[in-house]
């Protein structure tokens, strides 16, 4: 490429302005910073409601559940791999909950142990049979996925009689567990449910991992370069399965989020939203290469996805357009990241 | 032309090092802290699990005009059988000159959010379909405690009145795969099998527990309504399996024509019913290879929950005194499918 291009704007701005610019146009979660103030100016013009604290915890609540998943498949995607397990980890941990609470009148923290016994080992399993086969983790967790939703309608059934958990309200443990995982908080008009809390909170956490940590150098490593990495001594197997057990652990935490707030879970809960984790982490500037993405991007690709996905009935349109809208929203988010990234690209050169 | 990918993805550590966070020596401390603060801010205000619903009690009437009704389905965006909820909602909305806005998801916690959307939006009426009653408890509570009058449509009659809605619409799903059983047993069928399409569908669960015991004993197939190759040749994979089998009791409408061909090409002698109705049932029911459909009459658990809505906000009127009002079975067969075959084809049956 010739530096033509990149020689206009030098002239135009002061030489300390642009390099903070250019600084900021580099990272990668710029795109999907602008794609939510574009979406959020958007619906707040186009609606009288969405800037209201109802409003506001609306779609801040949906953005929550999908954040804390995207957080953990952003950091796993930084690390060069996939989980498609994700989904459905969220049903499993619920369902082993529900099923230890209810069925077997277990305290719900000891279910809740059991459930995260049982995502870190699966978390651990998919790592480890990754690099030890060296398999594409897609094809490995897929298997994993299908094994979780057979397994979680078996078992449900074979247990229940039916296709549903519930009545864990009057289980044990029930009020503490849930000022955990479901509660919520006034902060003026708006109820901000636990879940938009633990959002944040493992944003926070994730984000420091990857970016002050020594292990958050491993995940770019690994990501970004295998080879080199393990040249300059990076424990990639221990990295990569650790990043593995991250994803189902976040699984673990909207599982219970999600089991305590509703009383209950359905067999087929959670399939398909696997797809929605990684375009949150798409959208946050995450390539699907690996080596390369934000956590706080991933968590705002999330809140996009929240505002827009309560946005749009919000503005009251015809429910049967709301796919498309998505769509386009989805592919001008990553439009818009690509060129920022072509433009990082020269940058750095 | 552009650059190797590897060249800035790789390396990172000098980057990140220059990094705007890596300048201050309190922001790392704050950063580290963040968790922590946020975790307080919590704890300062935060309330048990659905904490912030005070009573279930409808809120002190007062008579008003009925301007705008939510409908929040658990429909799949798509399913033909909701699309004629959906015309029934709207033509109401029509008739009575109230705004109805119709949205569905499948995803109990999906559906919980979009209920908490239109109380956001200060609806004056509300409509739910309650197929995980316990996952949109809170949220139909919240609404009531808003004072917005909700009619439970479809699924959740046993729990519409408790979360203090203003009545129920629908089909009890037991009572009607009873009554589709007995009419099977009353035909001179021996031997059942119930096809059950969508894994986790606690009404198709229902349906088929119901028919199960008005027939006497029945087997259970499970199929993916999503792959209609998948559908047809598990239904003659099972007919070809057990040639005693002689009935087919399939409760949707896609399904019932797939199990017809299946029929005919296991070269069976089953006879096929079903639940629900489409254009194919119609012709199916027509040219006699399809022995009876059950008939929910979904058009008016679109339409009567507006009317309900309509006589409760002008004139404090209730329907059907604390008891759901029933929109089925009716039973549509060879008798009675020529006066119903047009309004099939017009989507309001």
């Not at chain 2, 000098?14 to 963040?34: C, K």
Request: charged share 15%; net charge positive.
């Amino acid at each position: 490429m010739t530096a033509t291009t990149t020689t206009e704007p030098a002239a135009a701005t002061p030489p300390d302005r642009l390099a903070i610019l250019n600084r900021l146009v580099a990272r990668p979660e710029v795109g999907a910073l602008l794609g939510a103030v574009v979406v959020f100016v958007f619906f707040t013009i186009v609606t009288t409601k969405f800037l209201k604290p109802l409003g506001i915890s609306t779609w801040l609540d949906d953005a929550s559940t999908l954040g804390i998943m995207a957080v953990a498949v952003a950091l796993l995607m930084i690390g060069g791999e996939f989980d498609l397990s994700t989904g459905v980890m969220t049903a499993s941990t619920a369902l082993i909950t529900g099923l230890l609470a209810v069925h077997a009148g277990w305290n719900i923290w000891l279910g809740l142990a059991v459930s995260l016994l049982f995502a870190l080992t699966v978390g651990a399993l998919n790592g480890w049979v990754v690099m030890r086969t060296g398999l594409p983790s897609f094809i490995v967790t897929l298997g994993t996925f299908l094994a979780l939703q057979g397994l979680n309608l078996g078992v449900t059934r074979w247990a229940t009689g039916t296709v549903q958990v519930s009545g864990v309200r009057s289980a044990g443990g029930y009020q503490s567990a849930g000022w955990v995982f479901a509660s919520t908080t006034k902060i003026g008009n708006a109820t901000i449910q636990a879940s938009v809390v633990w959002w944040i909170v493992v944003t926070v956490i994730a984000a420091i991992v990857l970016v002050r940590t020594r292990f958050g150098n491993w995940i770019f490593a690994v990501g970004g370069a295998l080879p080199t990495a393990r040249a300059v001594g990076v424990p990639a197997t221990r990295t990569k399965i650790l990043l593995f057990m991250t994803t189902a652990f976040a699984g673990w935490i909207v599982g219970a989020c999600n089991l305590l707030r509703f009383a209950g879970v359905q067999a087929n809960q959670g399939v398909g939203l696997e797809f929605q984790y990684i375009i949150a982490a798409v959208i946050g500037g995450c390539l699907l290469t690996g080596g390369f993405g934000s956590v706080v991007g991933a968590a705002i690709g999330a809140l996009i996805f929240g505002m827009a996905r309560q946005g749009i009935v919000l503005a009251g349109w015809n429910s049967d357009w709301f796919m498309l809208f998505l769509g386009v929203l989805l592919f001008s988010a990553v439009l818009v990241n690509n060129a920022f990234k072509k433009r990082a690209e020269r940058v750095r050169r | 032309m552009s650059a190797n990918p590897r060249s800035w993805r790789w390396p990172h550590r000098p980057d990140r090092a220059r990094s705007p966070l890596a300048r201050s020596a309190f922001r790392p401390r704050l950063l580290r802290l963040s968790p922590w603060l946020a975790a307080a801010v919590v704890l300062a205000a935060c309330s048990g699990p659905g904490a912030d619903v005070t009573g279930t009690t409808q809120a002190p009437a007062a008579v008003g005009t009925l301007k705008s009704v939510a409908v929040v389905t658990h429909g799949s965006p798509g399913d033909a059988f909701w699309n004629v909820v959906k015309n029934g909602a709207e033509s109401a909305g029509k008739d009575l000159g109230v705004r109805v806005e119709y949205n569905s998801s499948g995803d109990p916690t999906q559906q919980a959010k979009l209920i908490d959307n239109a109380v956001a939006q200060g609806v004056d009426g509300l409509v739910v379909s309650m197929a995980n009653p316990d996952a949109l408890k809170p949220s139909v509570e919240k609404a009531v405690a808003a004072g917005i009058p909700v009619v439970t449509i479809n699924s959740g009659e046993a729990e519409s009145v408790q979360f203090g809605a203003l009545g129920h619409v629908g089909q009890s799903e037991r009572m009607a795969g009873e009554s589709a059983g007995k009419r099977l047993a009353a035909a001179g069928k021996h031997k059942m099998l119930c096809v059950i399409h969508e894994a986790g569908n606690v009404g198709a669960n229902d349906r088929c527990a119901g028919a199960t015991q008005g027939f006497g004993t029945a087997t259970t197939l499970q199929v993916d309504i999503n792959n209609p190759t998948d559908v047809q040749s598990r239904i003659k994979g099972a007919l070809e399996a057990d040639r005693s089998l002689d009935a087919v009791l399939t409760l949707n409408s896609q399904i019932a024509a797939r199990a017809v061909d299946a029929v005919k090409e296991s070269g069976s002698q089953a006879t096929v019913a079903t639940f629900d109705l489409n254009s194919d049932v119609v012709s199916a029911i027509r040219a006699g290879t399809l022995l009876f459909a059950v008939d929910q009459q979904q058009y008016e658990q679109g339409y009567l929950p507006v009317v309900m809505l309509k006589l409760y906000k002008s004139n404090l009127n209730s329907v059907g005194g604390g008891h759901p009002v029933q929109t089925g079975p009716a039973f549509v067969d060879k008798s009675n499918v020529e006066a119903i075959a047009a309004l099939v084809g017009q989507g309001t049956r």
